[in-house]
C-alpha cells in the first residue's frame, strides 16, 4: 500500500523528496459501549486495518489534501490561516480539525502541507475510520514539525478536542485513545474517567475476532448519540440531589438499584442501568480475560448486546439480525454489536474452523431479512499510529 500511495503523491504534487509515510489503524470495542462518556471503562483494540497517509511539509501556507477513498473530489485545497469547518471541505475537515487543535494547544501550524491519504477501513461502518484520520494526522504534525515533546495521548486528545470543538461531534476519548495506544495482540483496559489504562492479552488460539459490517450508513453527529449523553447527564443530575458521584460509571450494580428511583422517568432509569451494567461487565470482562476464561468474556459480550438493544436502545434491526443470527451459529464464543450503533458494525469471537460457516450463515439471512448484504471481515489485533518511514 505505501508503495502506492508514494506514486499517488509523487503524482499529484510533483515527486515524493521530503515526504514520509505515516499509519493510524482503526478500533474495535470489544466491550463497554456508551460507558466512555459515563466515566466508565472501555476495551478498544487497534486493527490492523487503518488509514495510511503520506505528508511532506511545505513552505508556504497552503494545504493540499487528497484521497484515494475519494478520488472524485480531488484534490482540496486550503489554507493554515483561518482554519474553521466547511461543508465544501468535507472529510479534510478532520485534518483541517487536528491543525486548528494544535493551535488550539499552544502549537500553531504555521506552514502548509500536502497530505494523500488512504483507509482500508470501511466508511462509516463505526470502526472509527475519522479517528484514524485525527491520529494519522496528528503524528504526522508531530513528525514534520517537530512536536517531539508531545505524547501519543496528547495526539488522542487533541484528536477528541478537534472532533468536539471543530467538527461538532460529541464524542468520548475511546476511539483516538485506543488508536493512538494500541499493541498488537493486547486489548486497552481504559478508564475514561482518569486515562489510566492498562493491556490485557488477548489470547486467541483457535479464535478468530470476526466483524461484520451492517452497511446501514450512519451519522455520529446526527444520530441518537447526543440524546442519549443528555439523557445520562439527566439521569445523573438526578441522582446527584443525594450521592456525591461525578459519573454514572462510579456506582456498583447494588448502589444504582438502591438508588435507581431518584431518576423520575423509566426511559432515563434505563439509559443509567445501562450505563452502570455495562461498566461493570467491562471490569468482569477483563478479569475473565487475565483467567484465560473465553467463554465467560463471551457471555459478557452477549449480555452487553442484549443491555444495548433493551435499556439504551442503540442497536436497530441491522445490528440485531447480525447479532441474533451469530449467536445461533456454532462455534461462537460471544457477538455483541459495537459502535456508537444505529447501524455500523458488530464483532464476534468465533472459533477458526467455524468461520467460513459462520459468514456464509449469517450473511444469508442478512440478505435475506434487511434487503441487501453485509460484509465481514476477520481482523487481528495491531499497534498503535506510527511512522512507516
Request: glycine letters at 10%.
Amino acid at each position: 500500500m505505501k508503495d502506492q500511495l508514494l506514486a499517488k503523491f509523487g503524482e499529484l504534487f510533483g515527486g515524493t523528496d521530503g515526504a514520509k509515510v505515516y499509519f493510524a489503524p482503526g478500533r474495535v470495542n470489544l466491550i463497554g459501549e456508551h460507558t466512555d462518556y459515563n466515566g466508565g471503562h472501555v476495551f478498544p483494540c487497534a486493527l490492523t486495518i487503518g488509514t495510511y497517509g503520506v505528508a511532506r511539509k511545505r513552505n508556504d501556507k497552503k494545504l493540499r489534501f487528497y484521497s484515494m477513498n475519494f478520488e472524485q473530489l480531488g484534490v482540496l485545497e486550503s489554507s493554515v490561516e483561518n482554519l474553521k469547518p466547511e461543508k465544501e471541505a468535507d472529510w479534510t475537515n478532520y485534518p483541517k480539525g487536528v491543525m486548528w487543535a494544535f493551535g488550539e494547544k499552544g502549537m500553531k501550524v504555521e506552514q502548509g502541507m500536502d497530505l494523500v491519504l488512504f483507509g482500508n477501513i470501511p466508511n462509516g461502518s463505526g470502526l472509527s475510520s475519522s479517528a484514524s484520520v485525527e491520529v494519522v494526522t496528528g503524528v504526522a504534525l508531530r513528525d514534520l514539525f517537530g512536536y517531539d515533546d508531545i505524547s501519543m495521548i496528547d495526539i488522542a486528545l487533541f484528536g477528541q478536542y478537534s472532533e468536539n470543538n471543530f467538527n461538532g461531534v460529541n464524542c468520548g476519548i475511546m476511539d483516538q485513545f485506543a488508536i493512538a495506544m494500541g499493541k498488537k495482540d493486547q486489548a486497552i483496559f481504559l478508564d475514561t474517567s482518569d486515562l489510566s489504562y492498562t493491556y490485557a492479552p488477548i489470547k486467541l488460539a483457535d479464535e478468530k475476532i470476526v466483524i461484520a459490517c451492517s452497511n446501514k450508513k450512519r451519522g455520529l453527529g446526527d444520530s441518537k448519540y447526543n440524546e442519549r449523553r443528555a439523557e445520562c447527564e439527566e439521569a445523573l443530575a438526578e441522582l446527584q440531589t443525594k450521592l456525591d458521584i461525578k459519573a454514572l460509571g462510579e456506582l456498583s450494580e447494588e448502589e444504582f438499584e438502591a438508588n435507581k428511583d431518584l431518576i423520575k422517568s423509566e426511559v432515563r432509569q434505563r439509559r443509567a442501568k445501562h450505563a452502570v451494567y455495562e461498566n461493570q461487565r467491562t471490569l468482569k470482562a477483563v478479569d475473565a480475560l487475565k483467567a484465560g476464561n473465553l467463554e465467560e468474556f463471551g457471555k459478557l459480550m452477549n449480555a452487553s448486546h442484549v443491555s444495548l438493544r433493551d435499556d439504551y436502545e442503540v442497536t436497530g434491526i441491522e445490528l440485531d439480525t447480525l447479532v441474533e443470527n451469530a449467536w445461533e451459529q456454532e462455534g461462537v464464543i460471544g457477538s455483541r454489536m459495537t459502535g456508537a450503533g444505529f447501524g455500523g458494525c458488530t464483532v464476534s469471537i468465533v472459533k477458526t474452523d467455524c468461520v467460513d460457516k459462520f459468514i456464509e450463515n449469517v450473511g444469508k439471512a442478512y440478505l435475506e431479512k434487511i434487503g441487501y448484504a453485509a460484509d465481514f471481515y476477520v481482523v487481528e489485533i495491531g499497534d498503535g499510529g506510527r511512522v512507516l518511514a
